[in-house]
């Protein structure tokens, strides 16, 4: 069956930590996506992907690092983690070439809740 | 400045009962409307999505409306159920990039009681 999947759907970690958020989907879309989403607020985009060795910034400034080394995944990255970055992340995926009404449907993941205390 | 204005920020209603919510856009240029419903600790999931020439659209028991002209599109939610109980988000997606950039609101929080 065809999903999108996030792991670890809960992290609780020190300041300072590395962490990584995994991103997978089966799908094979080439467009992925990272948002940032504190509770009652908006989703932010913070990082897309057109595919492989694509990697941009979003609209909301953020300290994490993704890459995209193979299609199906898109692993986002913290060197070092502060309180500031406690937030849910949601990874997200769609296909390049629009359907027939002329949109991409974006495909979300469960989200990971990150807390650094 | 793109902007999605949703309201009520958050509603109660009793099961059996309808309820609509609303969405107000300055998104331009505009490509389409997007309704999605968020449960507590999930991803969004798609509900409707809408083009500039859509005007309504259903999926079960929820109906999407839009108006572009006055940039404002409503959902309403029929004969209401417990699991109904969600967060519902307007997206707005614009024409003016290959990305198709999302606009978000900021929620609906809906509760329904028994």
New interface residues.
Partial sequence: EAD?YQTPRYLVIGTGKKITLECSQTMGHD?MYWYQQDP??????IH?SYGVNSTEKG?LSSESTVSRIRTEHFPLTLESARPSHTSQY?C?SSESL?LA???????????T?LTVL | KNQ?EQSPQSLIILEGKNCTLQCNYTVSPF??LRWYKQDT??????LT?M?FSENTKSNGRYTATLDADTKQSSLHITASQLSDSASY?CVV?DRGST????Y????T?LTVWP
Wanted: no cysteine; charged share 15%.
């Fill in positions: 999108i467009k009652g607020m908006e989703l932010h985009l897309y609209d949601l997200a629009p009404g002329g949109y991409n449907e974006q495909f979300f993941g469960p989200g809740r | 999605v490509s389409n600790g999930r991803g969004p999931v798609s999505i083009t988000i997606s990305l198709g950039r999302l978000f609101g900021r929620g929080q």
